[in-house]
């Protein structure tokens, strides 16, 4: 079976997908109030004069993956997922056909102009705490073990093509053209101080600033990216064209990463990382929560929320790491009127796709290298801007408003990305208590509607109910 992006680009993106199936994050959760240290991944300054003198946050788990190519019709499941796959499973016929009788495209290929993507992460959490040294300064401590793997922009055609093997005849014998290209997948480790500090307490006008310096362990990575892709096949084992300037890497420990050894080992050089943020509240009612007691004065209830509005903006995962390319992997340009795409075929590892690459560079001028082999790359983390708007109704009823915007652009090809998102959260927000809903929309999930739960201690959340009540389109 031929790998994928016409053998050359798509071959890694298989690799990532297989790897990845072994705040965006925790949503409804990092907008309340008790939200705590977890807080701290969206808005830096979240910590200090919040609810809590002192949070630990022993484990917690986000796991999150969205596409925009395909969906599972699942008015195919009569009676929902469980009574589905336990009393009627008829429905399912588990034979070659259920591919093609349950999972479709969003649009036809040939007449859609919108790329496809995917994004899929995890974020383990392991020991986060964060404490007051006094009632306007906050710091604490962060240890997480991320991963994000990105394909964006791969046009209809060519993920048609790419899911066949090549053996589509309707797009043979047509000059095709992807203006853009973009695998990438990292794994990290990430150990942060943070710090937050009340600036101005001056009546109804408060404000909070607070910063994340962080270092950068590398696990593994990879990535593929071409601006400029132009083919043309003859048939499913032979290109009549195929131009392009590829730019492909991955660390030089990523056999051992993706045969699960060594997963804790570094692979690159110690990165930085830098989160920054500010915290604007407007308490028009500012002298409700004040208090005289013990011969003191003017002091301020701790344990309630004092704003009618507030306003938070960020920008978060700011850094990157250094690796060496592994194997042979290096930049390289092509342009030639023939391939034999056969040559892939045996190419079920990264050193064999290696070895292909560099026998074609070595014999045929139409492949040229554009670097050594062995040279570094740096791979950059999901730098966004975030926007909070937070509106206290009526004693423990909010609405909130969040805004994260990717800000690493298209030409840079080594970075991981999280989609550009949107939510809208309606909350009850109790001490011992909250309830969310966020409804949100990202790059790649469209609009979804989830929950999320505080249970004293205990937060629990999910991004979608589709996923539960089994209806419609299931992404």
Same mark, same amino acid.
């Given at each position: 079976?031929?790998?994928?992006?016409?053998?050359?680009?798509?071959?890694?993106?298989?690799?990532?997908?297989?790897?990845?199936?072994?705040?965006?994050?925790?949503?409804?959760?990092?907008?309340?109030?008790?939200?705590?240290?977890?807080?701290?991944?969206?808005?830096?300054?979240?910590?200090?004069?919040?609810?809590?003198?002192?949070?630990?946050?022993?484990?917690?788990?986000?796991?999150?993956?969205?596409?925009?190519?395909?969906?599972?019709?699942?008015?195919?499941?009569?009676?929902?997922?469980?009574?589905?796959?336990?009393?009627?499973?008829?429905?399912?016929?588990?034979?070659?056909?259920?591919?093609?009788?349950?999972?479709?495209?969003?649009?036809?290929?040939?007449?859609?102009?919108?790329?496809?993507?995917?994004?899929?992460?995890?974020?383990?959490?392991?020991?986060?705490?964060?404490?007051?040294?006094?009632?306007?300064?906050?710091?604490?401590?962060?240890?997480?073990?991320?991963?994000?793997?990105?394909?964006?922009?791969?046009?209809?055609?060519?993920?048609?093509?790419?899911?066949?093997?090549?053996?589509?005849?309707?797009?043979?014998?047509?000059?095709?053209?992807?203006?853009?290209?973009?695998?990438?997948?990292?794994?990290? /480790?990430? @150990?942060?101080?943070?710090? $937050?500090?009340?600036?101005? =307490?001056? %009546?109804?006008?408060? !404000?909070?600033? +607070? *910063?994340?310096?962080?270092?950068?362990?590398?696990?593994?990575?990879?990535?593929?990216?071409?601006?400029?892709?132009?083919?043309?096949?003859?048939?499913?084992?032979?290109?009549?064209?195929?131009?392009?300037?590829?730019?492909?890497?991955?660390?030089?420990?990523?056999?051992?990463?993706?045969?699960?050894?060594?997963?804790?080992?570094?692979?690159?050089?110690?990165?930085?990382?830098?989160?920054?943020?500010?915290?604007?509240?407007?308490?028009?009612?500012?002298?409700?929560?004040?208090?005289?007691?013990?011969?003191?004065?003017?002091?301020?209830?701790?344990?309630? /929320?004092? @704003?009618?509005?507030?306003? $938070?903006?960020?920008?978060? =995962?700011? %850094?990157?790491?250094? !690796?060496?390319? +592994? *194997?042979?992997?290096?930049?390289?340009?092509?342009?030639?009127?023939?391939?034999?795409?056969?040559?892939?075929?045996?190419?079920?590892?990264?050193?064999?796709?290696?070895?292909?690459?560099?026998?074609?560079?070595?014999?045929?001028?139409?492949?040229?290298?554009?670097?050594?082999?062995?040279?570094?790359?740096?791979?950059?983390?999901?730098?966004?801007?975030?926007?909070?708007?937070?509106?206290?109704?009526?004693?423990?009823?909010?609405?909130?408003?969040?805004?994260?915007?990717?800000?690493?652009?298209?030409?840079?090809?080594?970075?991981?990305?999280?989609?550009?998102?949107?939510?809208?959260?309606?909350?009850?927000?109790?001490?011992?208590?909250?309830?969310?809903?966020?409804?949100?929309?990202?790059?790649?999930?469209?609009?979804?509607?989830?929950?999320?739960?505080?249970?004293?201690?205990?937060?629990?959340?999910?991004?979608?109910?589709?996923?539960?009540?089994?209806?419609?389109?299931?992404?």
């Amino acid at each position: 079976m031929k790998k994928r992006l016409l053998n050359v680009l798509l071959f890694t993106s298989t690799m990532l997908i297989g790897l990845t199936s072994s705040a965006q994050n925790y949503l409804g959760v990092v907008q309340s109030n008790y939200a705590g240290v977890m807080g701290l991944d969206n808005q830096p300054a979240s910590f200090v004069d919040g609810r809590f003198k002192v949070d630990i946050n022993l484990f917690s788990v986000n796991v999150g993956a969205w596409q925009n190519a395909k969906y599972f019709d699942a008015n195919l499941m009569p009676k929902g997922w469980k009574k589905s796959f336990t009393t009627d499973t008829t429905w399912m016929k588990p034979d070659s056909t259920f591919y093609d009788r349950a999972v479709f495209d969003f649009e036809d290929y040939n007449s859609s102009s919108k790329t496809r993507g995917a994004y899929i992460n995890y974020q383990v959490d392991v020991l986060n705490f964060a404490f007051h040294i006094k009632p306007t300064i906050a710091v604490g401590f962060s240890a997480k073990s991320r991963m994000i793997t990105n394909i964006s922009d791969l046009d209809p055609k060519l993920l048609k093509l790419a899911e066949n093997g090549l053996d589509f005849a309707a797009l043979w014998n047509l000059q095709l053209n992807d203006k853009l290209v973009d695998v990438n997948m990292m794994a990290w /480790n990430e @150990y942060g101080i943070n710090y $937050g500090q009340v600036v101005s =307490d001056k %009546g109804e006008h408060f !404000f909070k600033v +607070g *910063g994340r310096v962080k270092l950068l362990q590398g696990l593994a990575s990879a990535y593929a990216y071409t601006d400029e892709l132009d083919y043309e096949l003859l048939n499913k084992d032979t290109a009549t064209t195929l131009r392009g300037n590829f730019r492909y890497g991955y660390s030089d420990n990523f056999d051992d990463f993706t045969n699960n050894t060594n997963f804790f080992k570094s692979a690159s050089k110690l990165g930085f990382g830098l989160d920054l943020g500010v915290v604007y509240e407007w308490r028009p009612k500012w002298k409700d929560y004040k208090y005289d007691m013990d011969g003191q004065t003017d002091l301020w209830y701790k344990n309630q /929320n004092k @704003y009618e509005l507030r306003a $938070g903006l960020s920008i978060v =995962d700011i %850094g990157g790491m250094k !690796f060496t390319k +592994g *194997g042979l992997s290096r930049d390289f340009n092509v342009n030639t009127t023939s391939l034999d795409l056969r040559i892939f075929d045996k190419a079920n590892t990264m050193a064999q796709f290696d070895s292909i690459i560099d026998s074609l560079i070595t014999n045929d001028a139409g492949w040229t290298e554009n670097e050594k082999a062995g040279e570094t790359y740096y791979m950059n983390t999901p730098t966004a801007i975030s926007a909070q708007v937070d509106y206290h109704i009526w004693k423990w009823f909010y609405v909130n408003a969040t805004g994260v915007v990717n800000i690493l652009g298209d030409k840079n090809d080594a970075k991981v990305r999280v989609p550009s998102q949107f939510s809208f959260t309606p909350s009850f927000d109790h001490a011992w208590f909250g309830l969310a809903v966020p409804i949100s929309v990202n790059t790649y999930s469209g609009w979804k509607g989830g929950i999320a739960a505080r249970l004293g201690p205990l937060t629990v959340g999910m991004y979608d109910f589709n996923t539960i009540f089994s209806r419609g389109k299931v992404r």
